[in-house]
């Protein structure tokens, strides 16, 4: 069975740092791009970033461009996002979810709560 | 970026009604087009992938149709589990956009 959970959210204040680890079992992690969307709460999806299967190719969202940095341990079987200057408009749930190949996401992790405040 | 919009943002609607969401690019996206399902508290679902391949284990009651910049989503004949939020998500070009949701409630 595919799986795939999320760790690492906080609490943090403006300007902090958090790194965001997603788990993934039941499939061949190194045979599949990855990516991160977060959801503010009570709004919609938005696509964050995503990186290949061997994680030399990565793509960002603007609004994360330069503060955070997405990478994996494929021997680890792990995705991460590592966060920096957060501000509160980072305030989310965020998910990783696996490309299936086919440009679309089939399998999503439950989600981990970022929550950037004083 | 490509903008995506949803229509509508939120319907009411009966079990055993036909349901159809409509989805606009702002430019051409040929067949990279998903749709997901979202419930509260969960992670969403991918329903349909490239326009209209249905994601398996999804009941034929979902289907999806349109190429280049209007999509639809049909649910021929609502089910209870169905009322749930819907994005649409196109896949051309990153960034990755999506919709801003269609909440479809019980009527």
């Known amino acids: 069975e595919v799986q795939l959970v999320e760790s690492g959210g906080g609490l943090v204040q403006p300007g902090g740092s958090l790194r965001l680890s997603c788990a993934g079992s039941?499939?061949?992690?190194?045979?599949?791009?990855m990516h991160w969307v977060r959801q503010a709460p009570g709004k919609g999806l938005v696509w964050v970033s995503r990186i290949n299967s061997d994680g030399y190719s990565t793509s960002y969202a603007d609004s994360v461009k330069g503060r955070f940095t997405i990478s994996r341990d494929n021997a680890k079987n792990t995705l991460y996002l590592q966060m920096n200057s957060l501000r509160a408009e980072d305030t989310a749930v965020y998910y990783c979810a696996r490309d299936t190949g086919y440009n679309t996401c089939d399998y999503w992790g439950q989600g981990t709560l970022v929550t950037v405040s004083s | 970026d490509i903008q995506m919009t949803q229509s509508p943002s939120s319907l009411s609607a009966s079990v055993g009604d036909r349901v159809t969401i409509t989805c606009r690019a702002s430019q051409s996206i040929t067949k990279y087009l998903n749709w997901y399902q979202q419930k509260p508290g969960k992670a969403p679902k991918l329903l349909i992938y490239?326009?209209?391949s249905l994601q398996s284990g999804v009941p034929s009651r979902f289907s999806g149709s349109g190429s280049g910049t209007d999509f639809t989503l049909t649910i021929s004949s609502l089910r209870p589990e169905d009322f749930a939020t819907y994005y649409c998500?196109?896949?051309?070009?990153?960034?990755?956009?999506f919709g801003q949701g269609t909440k479809v409630e019980i009527k």
């Open positions: 490239g326009a209209f």
């Open positions: 039941g499939f061949t992690f190194s045979s599949y791009w």
């Open positions: 998500q196109q896949s051309y070009s990153t960034p990755w956009t």
